[in-house]
DNA sequence: CTTTTCATTCTTGTATACAAGAAACTTGAT
DNA sequence: ATCAAGTTTCTTGTATACAAGAATGAAAAG
């Protein structure tokens, strides 16, 4: 993956190294570079080739008030279209993050993180939006799960949840909005964090 | 192109038809036709083919709405952010959008309404919310076309235009957002008259 | 010694050939 | 007559071959 730090910002993917290194022709591994550059993970000049695009810190920002937003949208929608049941599934998941606190387990908490927020965006009553939001935390999944590694972050990200889930009960949508919105968005530490990170993932 | 009513829903793009109808090979069919796919204009079965993938009418109230939110994102993060050029430039452009609403210009209004939406994405100061919004902005163009052609939407629209932009110039945020989104909404006139294009495109 | 131009080489883009899986049709049996 | 199984045909997916444009290096001129 480009993820890995297998590849760099502005690399070159050339077609007949990495057909040879998959061991396949180089129409399929041209798809497949199509179809990374069509998700904005690279970055196709005529004639030249295609490179590899990471985000920059500014395009990183960006993206997480996006997503911020989005979630913030989900949110909104949510607080009048949620069900029973998927409160009570939010709930369940929010308890197994706890356990996953309490067990020190990062990646116990990352999985069932992931799943608070598909809930999240599952209840918005809207597939597209929930389409758009998926697409997006995917993208940025791996600058995500960097932040979970800050001190104490856990533990904060926990009580964000349950005021969530707790605006979510009341019915009321702009609080679940800003509750969210705070969730997601990168500011102070995060952002340094996450500047770190990038500057990790250059080397 | 596919909104054009050449392609109806769920109809199979053969490649080599496509290949002999361009005068071309059938591996450049193959890249676009992926790139329909990717963009969510087709659907990809593998060893099946792609399939014309017009959106139905939930569909299109989904996504709708999911613009209606992003514009009042935008707007919301423009009231605080756009310059006083940017303010000027949508003021110009209203006025415009004005002209061609007394010339009953239909295809002038759309083009300036167009570029009012424009500056707007841009003034968000996010780019990549810019980008976001452009995108399903294109996507959802032949249908918000249609709908100017409803009696008295050319004025209706206008009116909300300058809403928004006097809300922007208050520096209300809220007002800005709710403003957008009361104009990007799809609810009822438009919304059977969105379903009747729907009908027509089917056949 | 530097710069410009030409040639060679390398890479992308396109065409064609081949393989594998799916659909349709035929044939046989119940 | 209907249904099932096998075969044929058609379509997608992959490999290879070819063409065109870009980059690099060499050679010649200023």
């Known amino acids: ?16 190294q990495l057909a040879e290194k998959f061991a396949v022709s180089r129409t399929p ?6 179809r990374l550059a069509l998700s904005g993970l690279a970055e196709q000049i005529p004639r030249r080739g295609v490179f590899v695009r990471q985000p920059g810190p500014v395009e990183l920002i960006e993206m997480f008030e996006v997503m911020a937003e989005l979630e913030a949208v989900c949110a909104r929608l949510a607080a009048t279209r949620i069900s029973d049941a998927a ?3 939010l ?11 309490s067990a020190q387990d990062a990646d116990g908490y990352y999985h069932e993180n992931e799943k608070f927020h598909a809930i999240l965006y599952r209840q918005s009553g809207n597939s597209f ?10 993208r940025l999944q791996p600058f995500r799960r960097m932040q ?6 856990l533990k904060q990200s926990m009580g964000e949840h ?15 909005a800003s509750a969210i919105r705070s969730h997601v968005a990168v500011q102070g530490e995060k952002f ?5 990170s990038l500057k990790h993932a250059a080397e």
């Open 1 to 16: 993956m480009i993820f890995d730090g297998t590849f760099a910002d502005g690399e070159r993917l050339d077609e007949v």
């Open 29 to 34: 591994v041209r798809e497949a570079i199509q």
């Open 87 to 89: 409160l009570a599934e």
């Open 91 to 101: 709930h369940a998941t929010n308890e197994r993050c706890n356990a996953a606190v």
């Open 129 to 138: 939006l929930e389409q758009e939001c998926s697409r997006l935390h995917k």
């Open 148 to 153: 979970l590694r800050l001190r104490g972050r």
């Open 162 to 176: 349950e005021a969530i889930v707790a605006a979510l009960e009341e019915g009321d949508g702009e609080k679940a």
């Open 192 to 196: 340094h964090h996450l500047m770190a």
